[in-house]
């Protein structure tokens, strides 16, 4: 932990406050899953849970002045303190890695993806989660977030419709696993707007999604989270532009059909094998070989603490990725590359 933050004595009323409200918060959306320690950080940085020790840190001002019922306190903090809270149990309440699993995403674009999920279920579940816990009806300041809110906000709109809506998809997104974020939004993406001519499930399906998933790897993900909503409404506009294109590709092409005609059901010889993603072949490895990574590439996507929904202070910078630019990414960065330490985070273990 850093110098600069101090824990939480385990019978004050700031942590009494903190448990109540994070088991509160379990109870609305449930998972199997709960990686707190149940150590409670005040800290002068950004804060946010830590994936290493399972440690929660949160900026002590919020602490301080929004972890509390009283109806004189400044609604603003307190609505940014329990939205803090909501990030944090959506976060902890996760798995990251999916063992097994062919269009995982271990990169800084996934991180940054994660950490938009968690304010995005914050949003979500706010009003209502503040009326149970005892707290005035708080509303959800958009204002306050990061570049990672806007753009997976805006990434989640895209990807709901009639057979998975809004709600439904936020809902599996909290359930994780993390590193497959970008499947569960592709998925979706097919359901909703493929439904009628996608491959019904197999090594085609999973092909499309990985199509789709191309599309969302935008370069500036990685970056988002110390960049304002502006940032992330571009990223998710480009993303938006990439990914319908590719379902217009999709449904006229269907690349897929003349594998599927058979009686027999016999596949194309080509398709006897499910193409991998680039960090499952590594360069001409063995899926074995590669499978004996997953823990590295784990630890590198944990590495670093996810930022805080209450943390005081966002830079504005507008980023500039095009399609192309988000295209290319995807092919590039799609399945490896180093997680990022961003500046505020506590220093790593």
Known sequence: MPETAQR???DSPTYREFRRLYDLARQLRPTGVDRWNRELYATSSLGGFDHQTGAVQIHGSLLREGLTRDPAANRRMQARAVATVLEQVTQAGMPIEAPGEANVIRTTQSRGL????????????LRTFSRQAG???LAFDDAQQTGAFAAANGLIQQASGPNVDRETLIDRLTHGPAV???DQLAEAVVRNRLAEVAPVEGPDRREVRRQLIATMLHPRWDSLAQRSPEAGRQVAEDIGRALNAKVEELRRRRPWADRQASADGARHPAEKQPRLLPEQTAGGTTRAAAEGTEELAAARFLSGVAPAA???????????GSRAAARAAGVARGASGPA???PGEPARG
């Not at 968690?118 to 579940?125: E, I, L």
């Open 114 to 125: 994660h950490d938009g999920v968690a304010s995005v279920r914050a949003a979500a579940d």
């Open 180 to 182: 497959m974020h970008f």
């Open 340 to 342: 990022m330490h961003r």
């Open 310 to 320: 209450g943390a005081v202070g966002r830079g504005s910078a507008l980023g500039d």
């Open 135 to 137: 707290y005035l009806s």
């Open 8 to 10: 939480v004595p385990e």
